[in-house]
């Protein structure tokens, strides 16, 4: 090698480094690369993780995991997807690299706490509320402006039944108090349950009444089939009938000593509500009761809100109640006695109460009437 050669060998070694150095203190300077970098890691890779759990949960994935580890085979067949064994490949790879599964000698684990927690059979309910925020309040915060550009609405088939059914229980403590402190225990009841869901509510009444007998009602036909499915599973279908019907257009005689409305009376447009809520007293023996819990505005939880928005973007429904409007629908409604009272101190979630007709008298049966004030 010539003196030059040499020359130009070192110095080419040398500059490399500042080289370098000189493009990595260019991107570290441009404004933006920190703003990125930030974003990356306070949203994007929360939010990615959060829709895979998502997916993990609802497609059965992490549960199966959670039972025993499974190789990309096992999977395939458990998923039922033979013709896309590489893309299944790639999306649990994704999951191991944000860190919620793991895979040792060819076999996919959990390894994250999110997806050990939200594998466990218990933690069903919170599951697939983080599936009804990814699949439907997400879609609403991204799509609106463009949902407005294009007059689109969201329609009650832009929701999946049985995942609303499902996430609603994970306010099953509130509501199980409420029928708690309202249930008549001794004497026999007839209950309608109008938006039975999953059929849990109906379940818990029984239990905490062995002479009580009830028609639970959805709307929706493949809830309320999973509804009358766990019926038969629970052993109840000799006292409980399950139906698909609209409470707008029931056609029942006024034979039920209480008529219940768990988490729904936002799917029915707030015009609408004090004619809803008379066609639920219409119902009601002489001396009925409603019961009807939901979550009511204020209180400034990010959740309720977006809901909010997903029904103001809707066709169907309408926002959340504030408690005094809907005291004062009841009140139209012809309901005497109304209350309102909380559960959790803090918590927007509501329990009211109203009778058709004198208060403290049940169809004749003598049942009587419990006032908790929050």
């Not at 009938?241 to 008529?259: I, K, N, S, Y």
Request: hydrophobic share 45%.
């Amino acid at each position: 090698m010539d003196l030059l050669s040499l020359a130009r060998t070192v110095k080419d070694r040398v500059e490399a480094p500042i080289t370098d150095a000189l493009a990595v203190a260019k991107v570290v300077t441009d404004p933006r690369t920190p703003l990125l970098l930030a974003l990356s890691t306070v949203v994007v890779t929360p939010l990615y993780r959060a829709a895979f759990l998502a997916s993990a949960s609802g497609s059965g994935v992490l549960q199966c995991l959670a039972v025993r580890p499974c190789d990309l085979d096992s999977l395939v067949e458990y998923l039922e997807v033979p013709q896309d064994r590489e893309r299944l490949r790639a999306w649990l790879d994704t999951g191991v690299r944000l860190g919620e599964l793991d895979v040792r000698e060819g076999c996919y684990r959990l390894r994250g706490t999110p997806a050990k927690l939200l594998a466990r059979a218990g933690n069903d309910a919170v599951a697939a509320a983080l599936e009804e925020i990814m699949r439907f309040h997400v879609p609403a915060l991204l799509d609106a402006p463009r949902m407005l550009q294009e007059g689109r609405r969201f329609s009650l088939s832009d929701q999946d039944g049985t995942v609303i059914a499902r996430s609603s229980l994970a306010l099953q403590g509130m509501v199980r108090e409420a029928i708690d402190r309202h249930l008549e225990r001794a004497a026999p009841v007839r209950l309608l349950e109008i938006g039975c869901g999953s059929g849990a509510y109906v379940r818990h009444a029984a239990r905490l009444n062995p002479r009580l007998t009830a028609l639970a009602v959805d709307l929706q036909p493949e809830v309320a089939a999973r509804a009358a499915a766990h019926m038969a599973e629970w052993g109840l279908t000799d006292r409980v009938e399950t139906r698909q019907g609209d409470l707008r257009t029931l056609e029942l005689q006024p034979q039920f000593d209480l008529v219940t409305l768990h988490n729904n009376i936002y799917y029915f447009p707030e015009a609408e509500r004090v004619e809803v809520l008379e066609r639920a007293r219409s119902f009601l023996a002489p001396g009925g009761r409603l019961l009807l819990t939901s979550s009511c505005q204020g209180g400034g939880n990010a959740g309720l809100d977006v809901l909010n928005l997903w029904f103001a973007y809707a066709d169907f429904g309408g926002p959340l109640p504030r408690e005094d409007e809907l005291v004062a629908q009841l009140e139209r409604a012809g309901f005497t006695d109304v209350r309102a009272a909380g559960v959790v101190p803090t918590q927007p979630f509501r329990v009211f109460t109203a009778t058709n007709g004198a208060a403290g008298v049940s169809a004749g049966r003598g049942t009587h009437s419990i006032h908790v004030q929050a």
